[in-house]
């Protein structure tokens, strides 16, 4: 839905402040702390003449992929000042402290003095702290200085919104001695909009003041739905859908002289995606401190003398809920001294937060019943390069499809994919259930696909079918799968897991087609046989959890992934593998990283389950497919000179893959023997996220390997 629309929409006027609709209000209890919250929303906080403090603002932004090792950050931005909030209109900030980096390309104003200089021209005429856009009669919450979604306090929110009581809590006060009583309304959107909120909403009991608020949007936000209109259709289908999900914001407010309900501490925690390819967390907090209620202007806030370098501005900004406009001083002092300013720093945002995981997880739970079902019918269509359709490979030869998605009560989205190719019979097809949030899922599928052996390679994506049509495919794993499965996935800061019932039979992937554009030239080019996987039927479970510490390029990161599978049917089979990396800073414009991965097997292993680590993400010198076994052990070491933005890098690998199916005099049964050896030279761009390098196989001597891949080591 257009901006427009939708403000229409959630402007259409209620009557007074009761219910338009019979069923708004749950109970009587809820009606009445509704009308006593609008009355002390509309009265503002009588005898609060002004508040001031310390504010400390965070924002980080990252990047990550379905299968990337690590997160990458890009955008982490600390801001700390003293602030000054009036009744009658007056705003005063006083910026202290501020700090932006951009991780990825390994740039922070605190090294950077032009950039310095420009982060303080943006802080003299930028949006206004969040404790200062503290404005109890607005219509509308406010979110990056925009209006974003229909307020739940709003007299025409009857419309909009249903009302139940929730719990109750009681807080004594030793002084003055007594008791403060916090009631819940739990609020719950009529229709699943992304402008409108579910929330749980908490007030002192006695006043009607708002002392929390936590909520989310009814639904994620959809570029196809919400944007303006024609901007879904502008993006290219490999970056669909386009979504953006508000898993929580709350705001917690502080009880100041024991009389004030004030905003003290702010939390927006959200993830967008594009398509397949990638997923940016979002991450928004604040914190005021500090406080001083009805005190006088402090000298620093007045910025009459300021010293040289020093820049005071005041400009007249609008007040949309008593259409009239208030002065706002911003004062600022020279962009060399923000970065080791108060308030300022050295850890990275993404690892200094005031909420705990448990709080999120709690807040996360509260809202999650109060989602309404979307509205039916629609149906929606996709094709090409969106979600995968588009493949090449030496099995399928070209394949496209098409598939279908729509959503279902309870917020559930079923998505139906079919694909036909020119060298299969038979097509493809795919039925997905998935429901819950993005840190919470779960999903239900049913499917016949084609299935790629290998961890180390994502041979279905779009770089490997570019490199399959130009280059030919190498001996990449293939076999089919006709099955179903249901899996449940979680996900925060810093890890993520997934753990997945699954039964489905095998079959072998036929060779179906040696067609590349490298033949032109080299009429003798042939590609390789793929395996003969084992026929039979497989039930058990799979499980995946991925772990990072760490963003900032100046300091240590680590990572780790734990794959696990357990089967039985035509065989009984358990495989798993473990993976830990460590990327460091050597000496100024050195860094170094280092990953050791293991895995073994046991019981009646079939050769489409086995390992096989060859390729960029495993062994570089050699190609997927080209090794394989019941057991391995990979390490991989390197060593960049440059900055995080781009270094040119030297690496070394060792492999050594052990089969037990050998004879035991065979040299290749065990895997304590010595390893495999590899060496090559790389140019990493933008702290790994792009990498091409020009390997060697060194034991036993190989030929040359030159790739381009995403998602190295650094």
Known sequence: MAEGASGALLSRPLPGVGPAVSDTFGDAAARDLMARARAARLRGIEGLESYQGRVWERIYIGLDGPAFRRERGLLQEERSGLVRWSAEGERRVLWEGARRDIPVAGVSSGRDEEMAQSLARELGGSRLPPPLTFDPGSDRILFGGSEWA?????????????????????????????????????????????????????????????????????????????????????????????????????????????????????????????????????????????????????????????????????????????????????????????????????????????????????????????????????????????????????????????????????????????????????????????????????????????????????????????????????????????????????????????????????????????????????????????????????????????WQSGVDPLRPRAFSRLLAEAAGGASTFARGSVTGGLVFPLLPGWDGALELSAGGAAGALPRQRRFYPGGPSGYRPARVGEYEGDAFWLARAEVGRGFTGARGVVFVDALRVADSSLPPEAPGRGWVASPDLGAGVGLSFLDGLVRFDLSRQLRPEGGWRLQAYLDALF
Request: proline share 7%; no cysteine; glycine share 10%.
């Open 150 to 546: 229909l307020n739940p306090l709003a007299d025409t929110a009857g419309l909009h919104y249903r009302y139940s009581s929730g719990d109750t809590l009681r807080i004594t006060l030793t002084e003055p001695d007594r008791q403060v009583v916090l009631a819940e309304i739990r609020v719950e959107p009529r229709r699943s909009e992304f402008r409108l909120l579910a929330a749980s909403l908490w007030f002192d009991a006695s006043t009607g003041a708002l002392v929390r608020a936590v909520y989310r949007p009814a639904r994620p936000f959809d570029l196809a739905l919400d944007g303006d209109s024609g901007e879904g259709s502008d993006v290219p289908r490999l970056f669909r859908p386009v979504r953006a999900e508000i898993r929580v914001v709350s705001v917690d407010h502080g009880f100041f002289d024991f009389q004030w309900w004030i905003p003290r501490r702010f939390l927006f925690e959200g993830e967008a995606s594009v398509g397949r390819l990638a997923r940016f967390p979002l991450s928004v907090e604040w914190t005021l401190s500090d406080v001083d209620v009805n005190a006088p202007v402090p000298l620093e806030l007045v910025g009459d003398d300021l010293p040289d370098g020093w820049v005071r501005t005041e400009v007249m900004v609008a007040r949309p809920s008593r259409e009239d406009s208030v002065p706002v001083i911003r004062i600022v002092p020279p962009g060399g001294t923000l970065a080791t300013g108060p308030g300022i720093s050295d850890a990275t945002a993404r690892e200094r937060s005031t909420f705990t995981p448990g709080e999120l997880r709690d807040l996360e739970g509260r809202l999650a019943s109060l989602l309404p079902s979307p509205a039916l019918g629609r149906v929606e269509l996709f094709w090409g390069l969106e979600e995968s359709l588009v493949r090449y490979n030496r099995i399928e030869g070209f394949a496209a499809g098409i598939g279908a998605r729509t959503l279902l009560p309870g917020s559930r989205e079923v998505r139906l994919r079919v694909r036909s190719a020119t060298e299969a019979p038979l097509p493809t097809a795919d039925l997905r259930v998935r429901g819950g949030t993005q840190g919470r899922r779960w999903e239900a599928e049913v499917y016949r696909r084609l299935v790629s052996s290998s961890e180390w390679h994502d041979a279905t994506s779009l770089p490997s079918s570019l490199s399959n049509a130009f280059n030919g495919e190498g001996p990449t794993p293939w076999f089919r799968a006709l099955g179903a499965s249901a899996a449940v996935e979680r996900g925060g800061a810093g890890q993520r897991w997934r753990l997945e019932a699954f039964g489905e039979a095998h079959s072998s992937a036929e060779f179906g087609t040696g067609a590349h554009l490298r033949r032109l030239i080299d009429e003798d080019r042939h590609l390789p046989a793929n395996i003969v996987a084992e026929e039979g039927t497989w039930g058990g479970l799979r499980g995946d959890l991925r």
